[in-house]
């Protein structure tokens, strides 16, 4: 199939390439060029712009910042709708407001260009290995007919609903797992503060009713102290302020998150924002008096 790919960053290059080793023809754009260069390297044709890459393509993928973004490559000057045809597919994998989707949605819409929302979640490590967690807003035929392509970049792949319910779902894993980062965090400094071994701590909760996914890799990766960004902190405050502006358009409460996003505005503003979230661990350490060596 022809593809045109849009966003080349941490999550879209390793993502595009997948696709190509999933045997197919990829035209690519990124703001800069040298981002371009790996997938060129691997076979895939540089593009001067998102038409350009959307020309031919039957669907087009894009993975770019927020909702700005995505409203611009999609229906910008010079952006998809230039360049796709009528009949074709426009799969944004951003994470941005359900609301935003909906519109861009019905925008493309009028273009004759359906479109997918479907934000994912697993970070770079998932994204290299093809093992994404997709969640899709949409039309259903539309979901159909790019499933295999859904099938080289992720493991779980899920339609939830029509426009917007694939970015519903992803505020929905954004606040688990922020809380539960934060909260892991916040207990491993407790541990520190008291004198104990962190690591046997992490231990024996992993063999009890504490134990998750979270608590295993970004539990293991605070331990290493390995904060080196797989998902950057200010991503997550991003993903947060985009929950808690629905909270407040549907007049309801979400505590939690609102103080888990206020820890990732805390980072952000003191200088831990390109940090992975698992870095909140330091902004509790700087809170207690002195980070741990």
């Known amino acids: 199939m022809e593809v045109g790919f849009v966003g080349l960053g941490i999550m879209g290059r390793p993502m595009a390439l ?30 001067a712009s998102a038409a350009d890459a959307a020309r031919g393509a039957q669907v087009v993928f894009s993975m770019v910042a927020d909702a700005p973004d995505v409203a611009e490559v999609a229906l910008g000057v010079g952006g998809v709708a230039d360049g796709a045809a ?10 941005i407001a359900p609301a935003a989707a909906r519109d861009i949605a019905g925008r493309l819409s009028e273009r004759g260009i359906d479109m997918l929302d479907a934000p994912v979640s697993g970070g770079e490590a998932g994204a290299i290995n093809g093992a994404l967690t997709i969640m899709v807003g949409g039309k259903a035929a539309a979901f159909e007919r790019v499933r295999p392509l859904f099938e080289c970049l992720g493991k779980s792949i899920t339609l939830i609903g029509e426009s917007g319910a694939g970015q519903v779902a992803k505020a929905c894993n954004q606040v688990v797992t922020g809380v539960s980062v934060a909260v892991i965090a916040e207990a491993f400094n407790f541990a520190r503060i008291n004198g104990v071994d962190v690591g046997r ?79 909140v661990l330091k902004l509790y350490e700087r809170l207690s008096g002195g980070e741990a060596q």
């Open 86 to 95: 009528p009949g074709s597919i426009f799969i944004d994998m951003s994470t």
């Open 201 to 279: 701590v992490r231990e024996a909760l992993l063999g009890g009713f504490a134990a998750s996914r979270i608590l295993d890799n970004h539990g293991g990766r605070m331990l290493a102290r390995n904060f080196r960004p797989g998902f950057k902190a200010w991503m997550h405050q991003k993903d947060l302020r985009i929950v808690l502006d629905e909270a407040h358009s549907l007049g309801i409460a979400l505590p939690t998150a609102a103080v888990t996003a206020q820890l990732f505005n805390a980072m952000s503003g003191s200088g831990l924002g390109e940090d992975d979230s698992v870095g």
């Open 18 to 47: 997948n696709l190509i080793r999933g045997g197919h023809s990829l035209r690519v754009w990124a703001r800069r060029a040298e981002s371009m260069q790996p997938l060129v390297e691997a076979g895939a044709l540089a593009c």
